[in-house]
């Protein structure tokens, strides 16, 4: 059975960090490809950033870009999300997302709020 569990979320002043993280276990972790997703009050699913296999490649949205920084370790079945220079519009809850043979597994998820 597919398990992911993040934590790591919490209330921030603008300008702050937080350091996100999902254990992962019931699959081949270090198989696929891994992503985080957000999902503000009031508003749809967003794509956020994925990693590789083998962590040599990331991508990130633009509103994030320069600021967030995803990595992976397979030897411990783990993701994490490092967010620098955190603003009100990263408040969110956050996922972290495994496609595997097109079915989509989430997390409960871990709040992140950036607020003075």
């Known amino acids: 059975e597919v398990q992911l569990a993040e934590s790591g979320g919490g209330l921030v002043q603008p300008g702050g960090s937080l350091r996100l993280s999902c254990a992962a276990s019931g699959f081949t972790f270090s198989s696929y490809v891994m992503s985080w997703v957000r999902q503000a009050p009031g508003k749809g699913l967003e794509w956020v950033s994925h990693?590789?296999?083998?962590?040599?490649?990331?991508f990130y949205a633009d509103s994030v870009k320069g600021r967030f920084s995803i990595s992976r370790d397979n030897a411990k079945n783990t993701l994490a999300l490092q967010m620098n220079s955190l603003k009100p519009g990263d408040t969110a809850r956050y996922y972290c997302h495994l496609r595997r043979q097109s079915n989509d597994f989430w997390g409960q998820g871990t709040q992140v709020t950036a607020s003075s």
């Open positions: 990693i590789n296999y083998d962590g040599g490649r990331t």
